[in-house]
């Protein structure tokens, strides 16, 4: 049986793709963050290794005695814990030394070329799991209106300039305002922030970071983002055709329906054109 090594954060994601591996013939051998992995992941998998934020040496020698030559990365993990709740080892000491700051792609990066150089590959996070892609066009009965499309496009600009910082991947736009930018946060309270400063009407524009590696850290949505829209008075969602992964996309749809919100997935191309 072929093996894969995961690397597992919060949410619905490592889960997801554990099941969908064995469903497929592997025996999936997963790194678990403690406070962050759901303990369910455990039901579906070879085996398990818990550690605390920071202990990469110990995640290597895992994966060494497990005899893992490949791996995935996936799932979110509390960015505010890097300042809170972290226990680095020599090897995430040595590994910090290298890095010229801790954003997002730096960090992932940097992670995955000492995997590899290690001798484990560093696999796309959606390789078994490319149904869970946004496909393009606008998946709900309501298309954005011309005032949501221009902010749409406002906001497009903005999460991409953003995102060619590393500072985040989502903005919230309103009237021709940004209303709020992602940063250490996290999507969700970005939307309800942005949504704090609106009258009802916000847009929320979530994009892949222009030089982000698509193997991890994907714009991620949800029935989660719906519900914290319907919440803030967002009334319109636009992410990236083909590099965000979107769960129970079914469920997501009708719940954007009934609240009259938009879901459009777009191409960068069409968007700078």
């Known amino acids: 049986m072929e093996r894969i090594g995961l690397i597992a954060g919060s949410g619905q994601f490592p889960i997801i793709f554990s099941r969908e591996a064995t469903a497929q013939g592997y025996a999936v051998y997963v790194v678990a963050h403690r406070n962050e992995t759901d303990p369910v992941i455990e039901e579906h998998v070879a085996a398990v290794e818990w550690i605390h934020l920071g202990q990469f040496k110990r995640a290597l020698r895992f994966f060494k005695l497990n005899q893992i030559t490949q791996t995935v990365m996936m799932g979110a993990i509390d960015k505010t814990r890097i300042f809170r709740d972290v226990r680095p080892d020599t090897k995430a000491i040595a590994l910090a030394v290298k890095m010229l700051h801790t954003h997002d792609d730096n960090l992932l990066s940097t992670v995955a070329t000492v995997l590899e150089d290690e001798g484990i590959r560093v696999r796309s996070s959606t390789f078994l799991l490319p149904h869970l892609l946004a496909p393009k066009g606008c998946w709900t009965r309501r298309k954005p209106s011309k005032s949501e499309t221009d902010d749409i496009a406002i906001g497009w600009r903005r999460a991409k300039a953003i995102g060619a910082l590393d500072i985040g991947q989502c903005v919230v736009v309103g009237g021709g305002s940004v209303l709020a930018v992602e940063a250490i946060e996290g999507t969700d ?33 949800g029935v989660q983002t719906i519900l914290t829209m319907r919440d803030a008075g967002a009334t319109a969602l636009a992410l990236e055709a083909g590099k ?30």
Do not use: N, W, Y
């Not at 309800?192 to 222009?210: E, H, I, L, Q, W």
């Not at 965000?244 to 700078?272: K, P, T, W, Y």
């Open 189 to 221: 309270a970005t939307i309800r922030r942005g949504g704090g400063f609106s009258r009802g009407g916000a847009v929320v524009v979530k994009v892949c970071k222009p030089q982000q590696d698509t193997r991890f850290d994907v714009p991620a949505i």
């Open 244 to 273: 965000a992964v979107v769960f129970d996309r079914e469920e997501m749809v009708a719940l954007a329906d009934r609240h009259g919100i938009s879901i459009i997935a777009l191409s960068d191309g069409e968007m700078a054109g």
